[in-house]
Nanobody, 114 residues
Framework: QVQVVESGGGWVQPGGSLRLSCAAS????????MGWYRQTPGSQREMVAG???????NYADSVKGRFTISRDNAENTVYLQMNSLKLQDTAVYYC????????WGQGTPVTVSS
């Protein structure tokens, strides 16, 4: 069973940047599409960025041009570079493959506040 561990979240002022990391166990990682998701209290978890095994990317309109997803298959890691952060980017961020999901990790909280 693949396990994922997210890290890199924190507090940042509007306009700032953060880089999230997601370490995954298991050799299946390199063959899996991956995504970054976020969730706020009372809301559904939404996918904000995705990347194919070969590196093709896609983004939600709300983050396009500001977030960049990348992966290092040798390190079983996927990253999310977040620039020009906005108040509405505040959420807990998770990584996982598209459905059917692996077990969800703890997530890493991102707070954008002045």
């Amino acid at each position: 069973q693949v396990q994922v561990v997210e890290s890199g979240g924190g507090w940042v002022q509007p306009g700032g940047s953060l880089r999230l990391s997601c370490a995954a166990s298991g050799s299946i990682f390199r063959f899996s599409a991956m995504g970054w998701y976020r969730q706020t209290p009372g809301s559904q978890r939404e996918m904000v960025a995705g990347i194919s095994p070969g590196g093709e990317t896609n983004y939600a309109d709300s983050v396009k041009g500001r977030f960049t997803i990348s992966r290092d298959n040798a390190e079983n890691t996927v990253y999310l570079q977040m620039n020009s952060l906005k108040l509405q980017d505040t959420a807990v961020y998770y990584c996982n493959r598209p459905a059917p999901y692996w077990p969800w990790g703890q997530g890493t909280p991102v707070t954008v506040s002045s």
